[in-house]
């Protein structure tokens, strides 16, 4: 049986360097890689490129990275809970990439399953499809997208097993399942570990061949991006 399991978050970030392009998983702050956030943070890797549907929040996520300065590129689809990021962004010190986030999403897939490159219509017309190649398909015109290309992509699940098979909850499953696979190595930040053949085989969302790290993470914070409550 094939153990894809390592002992720490250290173990499985080796191998990640400055100025290298990374998938990080989740949406908004539910089902991002804390661990993996943190470690990096402690590595003190820089000049990252980070694909993310959006950019965490100034004390947590990859607001994290943003403040100590370890990124040089944001691609995203959403950024509007950062104040850090802005700040670089319009001060020119943070070079951004804004895309349509079903553009994003399928750009994560196609590198997943070894499609090249795509025609979509979103973005024709705007400031998206500026450069690019645009062709008409029954009467629409689509702008041709490119696959993504990361060293690392680091996504977290709610279970995993030994064979890097595995499974997630509720929102996590927005942008986590097409970014494993979708670059040279995945490395998968679970909440809880279990032995090859104990999960429903039924149930698995992602199976082990897109992932060639796991471990289990620790003390998840799971913060709320913006708490909504009813007045009594």
Known sequence: MINKKVSSV?????GIEDNMTLMLGGFGLCGIP??????????QTKNLTCISNNAGVDDFGLGLLLQHKQIKKMISSYVGENAEFERQMLSGELEVEL???????????????GIAAFFTPAGYGTEVAQGKETREFNGKMHVLEHAFQADFSIVKAWKGDTAGNLIFKGTARNFNPCMAGAAKITIAEVEELVEAGTLDP???HIPGIFVQRIFQGKFFEKRIEQRTTRKK
């Open 99 to 113: 895309i349509p986030q079903g553009t994003l999403a399928e750009r994560c897939r196609a590198a997943q399953t």
């Open 202 to 204: 039924n149930q698995i």
């Open 10 to 14: 250290q173990e499985a970030l080796q």
């Open 34 to 43: 804390e661990n993996a956030i943190a470690e990096l943070v402690q590595k």
